[in-house]
């Protein structure tokens, strides 16, 4: 069986599964990227023509000029579009909202299923700058007492830390999946990185009291962070 984990991937690979993937999502990406290289190309190679130099000097600079624009053109139209696609994806799976969490950049840490019901609905905490955020995706209702009880027990533990909600999906209220982690980030600060240290340190004990509670099986999307790192070139 063909290893699809982008951990175990060489960066060459990891760009290529990730083409894959997006392609059977969006089909036309293949033209989006020519046309990103073309029209980024065309507009790197004129600036760089207008450098000093003459002759041989002025082709040099604009070729080079154009594959540096090119190649960059088509890398973010690629990331915004893999992005895109990997969303359309995962959104309506159980555990999309966890996968969706591990875009967010460092400074965040984030505790999949910490609530989960039989039903799966499930609540996941996110810790940040903005304090202590639970997110929960499945049913509105079902989820609605199941992030009472997480925010009792947080408030409990962590007590004098915002404690917010979060329910992912389309409905009025909610926040869809690919707002996600914009949502998060755009957050008022209210925590210092030592306060969240100590935050964390606290919440171990409420962790340590929860049976284990198991992501439910499924196609859940675990590439995620693979394909972040392709998205940001590392």
């Known amino acids: 069986m063909a290893n699809t ?3 175990s991937m060489g960066r060459i690979k990891q760009f290529i599964e990730t083409y894959k993937v997006t392609k059977r999502n969006d089909p036309l990406i293949g033209l989006w990227l020519l046309l990103g290289f073309v029209v980024g190309g065309a507009i790197g190679f004129g600036l760089f023509w207008l450098l000093p130099g003459s002759g041989v000097l002025d082709w040099i600079f604009g070729v080079l000029g154009g594959l540096i624009f090119g190649i960059l053109t088509a890398l973010i139209i690629f990331s915004r ?3 895109t696609s990997a969303y359309a994806q995962m959104e309506g799976q159980v555990g999309a ?3 969706a969490l591990t875009m967010l950049r460092k400074g965040w840490v984030t505790t999949p299923a910490v609530g989960f019901t039989k039903q799966q609905d499930v609540v996941h905490r996110v810790v940040g700058p903005p304090g202590i955020v639970l997110v929960g995706e ?3 209702s079902r989820l609605k007492a199941l992030l009472a009880n997480e925010r009792k027990k947080h408030e409990r533990v962590a007590y004098e830390v915002p404690v917010e909600e979060i329910v992912v999906g ?3 209220g909610q926040t ?3 707002k996600l982690v914009g949502v998060l980030q ?3 600060r209210a925590l210092k990185p030592a306060e969240m240290t100590a935050v964390l340190n606290r919440l171990k004990a409420l962790d340590a009291s929860r049976p284990a509670v198991p992501m439910p099986r499924g ?3 675990t590439s995620m962070k693979g394909m972040r790192g392709n998205m940001r070139g590392r």
């Open 97 to 99: 909202a966890a996968a």
């Open 176 to 178: 869809p999946l690919p």
């Open 219 to 221: 196609p859940v999307p």
């Open 5 to 7: 984990n982008p951990a």
């Open 138 to 140: 499945g049913n509105p």
């Open 186 to 188: 755009k957050k008022k």
């Open 170 to 172: 389309r409905e009025a």
């Open 81 to 83: 579009r893999a992005q």
